[in-house]
């Protein structure tokens, strides 16, 4: 069974950091896509970053290009998200996600199979 569980979240004032972990089991880690997703109240879920395990490839939202990386300890079969310099318009729930293959355009919720419970995210001005 495929389970992620996603952690880290909290409160940040603008400015500041948080690290999101998305720990992963029940499938070959190194086969697959893990994704960072956020969802704003009354707003479409978009893609933030994604990491392919298997060879390390990386992808940025314009948004968040810069101030957050995306890393990947794929012993612990973890997915970090360290983010910084933290801004209002981050508020959200972030949202880890799971897909086989490698990186190959921007990440949409649609090609996801497997996602964690989401963690809160809240940014204050």
């Known amino acids: 069974e495929v389970q992620l569980v996603e952690s880290g979240g909290g409160l940040a004032q603008a400015g500041g950091s948080l690290r999101l972990s998305c720990a992963a089991s029940g499938f070959t880690f190194d086969d697959y896509v893990i994704g960072w997703f956020r969802q704003a109240p009354g707003k479409e879920r978009e893609g933030v970053s994604a990491?392919?395990?298997?060879?390390?490839?990386?992808y940025y939202a314009n948004s968040v290009k810069g101030r957050f990386t995306i890393s990947s300890d794929n012993a612990k079969t973890t997915v970090y998200l360290q983010m910084n310099s933290l801004k209002p318009d981050g508020t959200s729930v972030y949202y880890c996600?799971?897909?086989?293959?490698?990186?190959?355009?921007?990440?949409?919720?649609?090609?996801?199979?497997?996602w964690g419970q989401g963690t809160q995210v809240t940014v204050s001005s």
């Open positions: 990491i392919s395990s298997s060879d390390g490839s990386t």
């Open positions: 996600a799971a897909r086989l293959g490698v990186i190959t355009h921007t990440p949409v919720p649609s090609c996801y199979a497997d």
